[in-house]
């Protein structure tokens, strides 16, 4: 069946980079996505990939996808305590209508 | 423009009492998914509706059923709840398999608690 994980917790002092690590298992996904969720909300969509891209950058965002391995990478610059947060990993399995499968996301701490 | 609207916000149950979960969209989309977040387990799959007259099985299915009352609707029902679906529950909404830029936006949440 479709998996998708990651580690659960991520700490780092603020101006450090983040890299938070993602694995997939389903070879049919055609976007991967990453979304962030703050305490008490629902989650918010920070950045994609389309599955033929290697790398995306989005501002203080970069994506790097390795469709071999199965292994996505969310790298935030520069990090800021407003960054601190749950970070999921999503995988759109669209010869399943459609069906999206969240991993379990990391918590972000950043350390002043 | 409400985007996705869920009720109740929060909900206390006692095992074996039922209830329904209420999600509903005004953006005209046509896929809708309930999931469950628990700690440690991330955000769960318990159903989806990919469009209006369809229901598949997510991950986690048992214990629950839906329905998929109209395009706009998408309700959550548990028969006979238990402590396990003590969980926060989420709905949302994308706009299609169609569209392959398909941002999936959430619901508030439902925070309920079985006892």
């Known amino acids: 069946g479709e998996d998708v994980e990651q580690s659960l917790f991520l700490s780092v002092r603020e101006g450090d980079s983040s890299v938070i690590n993602c694995t997939y298992t389903d070879s049919s996904s055609t976007y991967l996505y990453w979304y962030k969720q703050e305490p008490g909300a629902g989650l918010q969509l920070l950045t994609y990939i389309f599955s033929n891209m290697d790398m995306k950058q989005d501002q203080r965002l970069t994506v790097l996808l390795n469709k071999k391995d199965k292994h996505l990478s969310l790298r935030i610059a520069d990090t800021q305590t407003g960054d601190s947060a749950i970070y999921f990993c999503a995988e759109s399995i669209d010869n399943q209508g459609g069906k999206l499968i969240f991993g379990q996301g990391t918590e972000l701490s950043v350390k002043p | 423009n409400a985007g996705v609207t869920q009720t109740p916000k929060f909900q206390v149950l006692k095992t074996g009492q039922s209830m329904t979960l209420q999600c509903a969209q005004d953006?005209?989309?046509?896929?809708m998914y309930w999931y469950r977040q628990d700690p440690g387990m991330g955000l769960r799959l318990i159903y989806y509706s990919a469009s209006e007259g369809t229901t598949d099985k997510g991950e986690v299915p048992n214990g629950y059923n839906v329905s998929r009352l109209n395009k706009r609707e998408f309700s959550l029902r548990l028969e006979s709840a238990a402590p396990s679906q003590t969980s926060v529950y989420f709905c949302?909404?994308?706009?299609?398999?169609?569209?392959?830029?398909?941002?999936?936006?959430f619901g508030q949440g439902t925070r309920l608690t079985v006892v």
């Open positions: 949302a909404t994308r706009i299609g398999t169609g569209e392959k830029r398909t941002e999936a936006f």
């Open positions: 953006m005209n989309h046509n896929s």
